[in-house]
Structures are given as structure tokens and as C-alpha cells.
């Protein structure tokens, strides 16, 4: 079945408006950085960290690609136990929701996964190693998936998934029953090359990360066009924290973002590099309710803590 596309109103009144960001010599955020040591059972080793995420309870969550993929860790970085042992091929996108669900995305499965507190699978999104769009017969809608890269949900369980592949935003009820699709490839506005994050407001807005097009694109949970925020070069990752501010990741640069409520760049931190405080790609990342950011790589295989500089 071809997919659907909604109508792009480019006219809408915008919610948000799109601001011009500042450039190369956006401010140093007050940060330091330390390594977050996790104890890994013995012989195993994290490969490319591509998520994270800290749940209610300060568990930190790693979805790495190395043999032992979803790890669970303490607050402290203490092993507790593994999820979906041979379950994935190229893990990428991680979130935690609200209730506690685990929701894992992997781009050579070409699914999303949904596990309970206790590691049981829940939902299934798109079928194993069946890249497509779907297709339509004899009364029933398969909605496959092409490289999905990460998933968000609204105020009202509505599951958004970046289907990178595919160039598209797919809309689920809470139940997974496909709603919508918005997006194809190209460079105007709701349009997409490589959906690769989403973020919700507490207005339902949905911020998605338009990587290859150096934006971050705003819609409405029907899939209308709002606005686009530019300028931070290759945004990967977007985190919506707590007091309504943005944070990225922009990978190819090495390092991390902070932007206020309307997209302004307020700092930045981090350069390409290999040592403390430099970033291989940075990628996931969450926030620990201390007020940290522990932050994964892909290049340098390990998770580090960024903290804030206590005033003397």
C-alpha cells in the first residue's frame, strides 16, 4: 500500500517561531566530564553505544552494538541484568517511558520493540528483517518499517516512530494500531532526509530531528508543519528535559547542544576527540535527576557523565 502523506500548510500559524541560531561561536556550557564506569560482567565488552536512557528509578539503560545489546545498570553503574539477548542487529534508538516500558528501535531488524519493567516483549512494530512501507489485502494493513531510528509517545499513548528508511513519521494508537504516516524524502518542509529523533511537549508538539537537512522540524500531532529550527549543523538526537529546554547531539561535530524553549542555542560543549570531555560521535543520551547528562558514543565505545560547575 503506498503510504499516506499529509498536506504540508505551510501558511499554518506557527506555534513556535523559527529563530536564526548563532554559529560556530556559540558559548561553552559550565560542564565537566568524568567517565561513567559501568561494571560489565566479565568478558563482555560495550560495542558503538547508540542509546540511553535513566528511568524512574535512576537505572541507566545502555543499547549498544556489541554481543550483549539492552543492559540495565544502577544509578552507581552496577551490572543488574540483560534484555532480548539476541534480539537485535544494529541497535539504535532508546526510550523509557513514563510506566516504565523499554522501548528499543534497531535499523537492520527493522523494528520497534516494547518490554515491560520485566523484560517481557509487549509490542511488536514492524516485521523482522522486512524492510518496506506495508501493503494492504483482504481487509488487513501490514505496516512495515525501514531503518527505524527512534519513537516517541504523546499525552495520549500515541506511539511516533522515525522511520528513517522510509523517510516518514509512522502515527500508532496506544495499542499499535497504525493512524497515519507524514513525510517523503526531500528538503522542503515536512519533508524529511533521514528522520532520525522525535521529542514531544507537553502540547503534543512533535520535534523531530531532519538529520541530513541540518534541521529540526516541528509538527502537529496530525502531522501539520509548524516551524524548523537550523543552524547546529547535524542534529542526531533530541531530549526535551524537564524545564521545557532542548538538548542535541550533533554527532559529526562531537558534541552536545542546549537550546531554550523556542530553539535558540543557550551553549554548547564537547569537540571531536578521543579524551575526557571530547566526544567519537556522540549519540544517546538522558538526564539523571542530580541534574548530569550521561552521554553514549559510537566511535569510543563508552558513556560519560557530564556535569554541572558548582559555583566556588
Known sequence: MRKSIFAMTLAAQAVL??????????????????????S???????????????????H??????????LLEFSAQGEFIREIGRGLFKTPHGLRVDDAGNIWTT?????????????????????????ADTGWYDRGYTVAHLNAPSDVA?????????????????????????RLATWGKEGTAPGEFNFPHSIAVDEEDRIYVTDREN?????????????????????????????????????????SIIHLDRNGKILGRFGQWGKEIGDFGFP????????GDILVGEILNWRVQRLSPVKPR
Open 283 to 290: 549519540h544517546g543520551f538522558d538526564f539523571t535527576d542530580d
Open 153 to 177: 509517545l504523546d499525552s495520549q499513548g500515541n506511539i511516533y516512530v522515525a522511520d528513517g528508511g522510509n523517510f516518514r513519521i509512522v502515527k500508532y494508537d496506544r495499542n499499535g494500531e
Open 214 to 254: 541540518g534541521r529540526v522540524q516541528i509538527f502537529t500531532p496530525e502531522g501539520r508543519y509548524i516551524t524548523e529550527w537550523t543552524g547546529f549543523g547535524n542534529p542526531y538526537e533530541i531530549q526535551r528535559r524537564k524545564d521545557g529546554t532542548f538538548w542535541l547531539t550533533d554527532a559529526r561535530a562531537g
Open 40 to 58: 560489565v560482567p566479565a568478558d563482555w565488552h560495550l560495542g558503538e553505544v547508540a542509546g540511553l536512557e535513566v528511568d524512574d528509578r535512576g
Open 60 to 69: 541507566v539503560y545502555v543499547f549498544n552494538r556489541g554481543e550483549h545489546s
Open 106 to 130: 534497531d535499523q537492520d531488524t527493522h523494528q520497534v520493540l516494547r518490554f515491560n519493567r520485566e523484560g517481557r516483549i509487549t509490542l511488536i512494530l514492524g516485521r523482522r528483517n522486512v
Open 17 to 38: 517561531a523559527a529563530p536564526a541560531l548563532a554559529g560556530p561561536a556559540d558559548p561553552q556550557l559550565p560542564l565537566v566530564a568524568s567517565p561513567m564506569e559501568l
